[in-house]
């Protein structure tokens, strides 16, 4: 996704989808972690385990990056949870950690 986005970034700009097409990253991140959670079926979930399934895909982070990127999901209302930063552990909510698109804050 990421290296579509940055190929055809002058085409994107002048159709005028480029930032739509950048919303659209942020949910294909939650979907990611969602599986990722589906996957362990765990209310806990390593950050580690999450850095794994990015670099499975092609996109290796750091602990630092996936931290932050999760962060920002926390914070836009995509994910119900919290950061554990001294465990480097993502707590989720055990009622509903992944709420449909339409609740989410914009």
């Given at each position: 996704?990421?290296?579509?986005?940055?190929?055809?970034?002058?085409?994107?700009?002048?159709?005028?989808?480029?930032?739509?097409l950048e919303?659209?990253?942020?949910?294909?991140?939650?979907?990611?972690?969602?599986?990722v959670h589906?996957?362990?079926?765990?209310?806990?979930?390593?950050?580690?385990?999450?850095?794994?399934?990015?670099?499975?895909?092609?996109?290796?982070?750091?602990?630092?990056?996936?931290?932050?990127?999760?962060?920002?999901?926390?914070?836009?209302?995509?994910?119900?949870?919290?950061?554990?930063?001294?465990?480097?552990?993502?707590?989720?909510?055990?009622?509903?950690?992944?709420?449909?698109?339409?609740?989410?804050?914009q």
């Open positions: 996704f990421n290296d579509a986005l940055i190929q055809f970034q002058d085409r994107f700009i002048r159709q005028g989808t480029y930032l739509l919303k659209c990253k942020v949910v294909c991140y939650r979907n990611l972690f969602r599986r589906l996957l362990l079926e765990k209310h806990q979930i390593s950050l580690v385990d999450v850095a794994s399934a990015l670099k499975y895909l092609g996109m290796p982070a750091d602990l630092d990056e996936v931290e932050c990127i999760l962060a920002n999901l926390i914070y836009r209302g995509y994910i119900r949870g919290y950061l554990s930063h001294a465990k480097r552990v993502l707590v989720l909510s055990k009622r509903d950690p992944f709420p449909i698109s339409a609740v989410v804050k």
